[in-house]
C-alpha cells in the first residue's frame, strides 16, 4: 500500500512511542497489543492541538490491517481519524493539512471526499492570494485525480 506523504515525516510528538509499541506488536503478531497501543496513540494525538499527530495514527491505523479480523476496523478508524485531521487542519487555515488529508483519503480510494478536500485547498490556496499555493494545490488535484484514475483502469478501486 503506497504510503500518504506525511508518513515520511512521521511527525513527532506525545504519539510516537505508542505507535512504535503498536508497530512492534504487529511485529510480534500480538493484535490485542497492536490495538491497545493504537488506542493511546489515537488518543494521544487527539489531545494534542494539531493535525499532523492525527495523520500519522490514522496511516499507522491501516498497518493493523496486517491482522485479518481487523483489516475492516482498521480501515474504517484510519478514515474517521483522517476526518478529523481533515476538520482541524480546516479550521486553522492549513493548506498543508487539507492537501494531506486529500492524499490519504486518496490512497483509501475515497474520490468524493478528495475532491470536497481539494476544493477546501482550493480556497484556503486563493485566500492567501499566494501564487505558489494555488499552482501547488492544482499540481496535487492533478496528480490525485490521475491516481484515481489509473486505479479505475486497472480496477484496483
Given at each position: 500500500?503506497?504510503?500518504?506523504?506525511?508518513?515520511?515525516?512521521?511527525?513527532?510528538?506525545?504519539?510516537?512511542?505508542?505507535?512504535?509499541?503498536?508497530?512492534?506488536?504487529?511485529?510480534?503478531?500480538?493484535?490485542g497489543e497492536s490495538v491497545r497501543a493504537w488506542r493511546q496513540?489515537?488518543?494521544?494525538?487527539?489531545?494534542?492541538?494539531?493535525?499532523?499527530?492525527?495523520?500519522?495514527?490514522a496511516a499507522a491505523s491501516l498497518r493493523l490491517g496486517a491482522?485479518?479480523?481487523?483489516?475492516?476496523?482498521?480501515?474504517?478508524?484510519?478514515?474517521?481519524?483522517?476526518?478529523?485531521?481533515?476538520?482541524?487542519?480546516?479550521?486553522?487555515?492549513?493548506?498543508?493539512?487539507?492537501?494531506?488529508?486529500?492524499?490519504?483519503?486518496?490512497?483509501?480510494?475515497?474520490?468524493?471526499?478528495?475532491?470536497?478536500?481539494?476544493?477546501?485547498?482550493?480556497?484556503?490556496?486563493?485566500?492567501?492570494?499566494?501564487?505558489?499555493?494555488?499552482?501547488?494545490?492544482?499540481?496535487?488535484?492533478?496528480?490525485?485525480?490521475?491516481?484515481?484514475?489509473?486505479?479505475?483502469?486497472?480496477?484496483?478501486?
Amino acid at each position: 500500500m503506497m504510503r500518504p506523504l506525511f508518513g515520511k515525516i512521521e511527525a513527532l510528538g506525545p504519539w510516537t512511542a505508542h505507535i512504535q509499541a503498536m508497530d512492534q506488536a504487529v511485529a510480534e503478531n500480538d493484535p490485542g497489543e497492536s490495538v491497545r497501543a493504537w488506542r493511546q496513540a489515537y488518543s494521544a494525538a487527539l489531545s494534542h492541538p494539531g493535525w499532523l499527530g492525527l495523520l500519522t495514527v490514522a496511516a499507522a491505523s491501516l498497518r493493523l490491517g496486517a491482522f485479518p479480523g481487523l483489516a475492516r476496523g482498521a480501515a474504517a478508524r484510519a478514515r474517521e481519524t483522517y476526518w478529523i485531521a481533515f476538520f482541524r487542519a480546516r479550521q486553522q487555515r492549513s493548506l498543508n493539512g487539507v492537501l494531506h488529508a486529500a492524499e490519504a483519503f486518496g490512497v483509501l480510494g475515497d474520490r468524493s471526499t478528495v475532491e470536497q478536500c481539494m476544493r477546501v485547498a482550493e480556497g484556503l490556496a486563493s485566500r492567501t492570494a499566494d501564487g505558489a499555493d494555488v499552482d501547488r494545490v492544482r499540481l496535487i488535484a492533478a496528480r490525485l485525480a490521475e491516481q484515481s484514475l489509473a486505479e479505475e483502469r486497472s480496477g484496483a478501486v
